[in-house]
């Protein structure tokens, strides 16, 4: 597609429930990262993908949180057992090359846990 | 530990006249510099980036300077245009094994008016 593509835009969910968002990064870009923002904060980096791996997990807030990319293209971040203080906006975005220079992001998953 | 902070959480501008918005940082291992723009409910735009090696970077109407001295990175706008109407996020890039995380502050809201 033209663009990082995010589903689903909105999700609700009740605590305890797990979740999946969705990840479909600029064809051919190598490089793939998530973020979250958290009502009146800035953007808290959680991974980052080169190719299938992930060189840089540092940012996963508990083992609740885990990301995986397959095929060097799509990317599920799967949130366990969630927790209200989860509720944030799950950014992803791609870039063509290796590291974050010039990374385009997708619009967002706002998550809400109720 | 806020490792980069804007600390002006909103700027107000006349259409025409010159915008500037501020970013300091803390860690001298940044490498890269990099601006974003945000409107609600969409993902950052990319805007500009400066290496750590220059101290300039111009592109049309939007121009960062960084001056590694005093940590301290600002982004340029003229002339301000109501639709420079947005958050704008400063965002930074240590090298070695982080090269793949970007830093955010936590935003500017910049208005523009008419």
Not at chain 1, 36 to 44: A, F, H, K, V, Y
Not at chain 2, 5 to 32: A, W
Request: charged share 20%.
């Amino acid at each position: 597609g033209a663009g990082v593509s995010q589903s689903p835009s909105n999700k609700v969910t009740e605590k305890g429930k797990d979740v999946e968002l969705r990840c479909d990064p600029i064809s051919g870009h190598t490089a793939l990262y998530w973020y979250r923002q958290s009502l009146g904060q800035g953007l808290e980096f959680l991974i980052y993908f080169q190719g299938n791996s992930a060189p840089d997990k540092s940012g996963l807030p508990s083992d609740r949180f885990s990301a995986e990319r397959t095929g060097g293209s799509v990317s599920t971040l799967t949130i366990q057992r969630t927790q209200q203080e989860d509720s944030a906006v799950y950014l992803c975005a791609s870039s063509l090359y290796r590291g974050p220079i010039e990374a385009f992001f997708g619009q967002g998953t706002r998550l809400t846990v109720v | 530990d806020q490792q980069v902070k804007q600390n002006s959480p909103s700027l107000s501008v006349q259409e025409g006249r010159i915008s500037i918005l501020n970013c300091d940082y803390t860690n001298s291992m940044f490498d890269y510099f990099l601006w974003y723009k945000k409107y609600p409910a969409e993902g950052p735009t990319f805007l500009i980036s400066i290496s750590s090696i220059k101290d300039k970077n111009e592109d049309g109407r939007f121009t960062v300077f960084l001056n590694k001295s005093a940590k301290h990175l600002s982004l340029h706008i003229v002339p301000s245009q109501p639709g420079d109407s947005a958050v704008y996020f400063c965002a930074a890039r240590a090298g070695g094994t982080s090269y793949g995380k970007l830093t955010f502050g936590q935003g500017t809201i910049l208005t523009v008016h008419p």
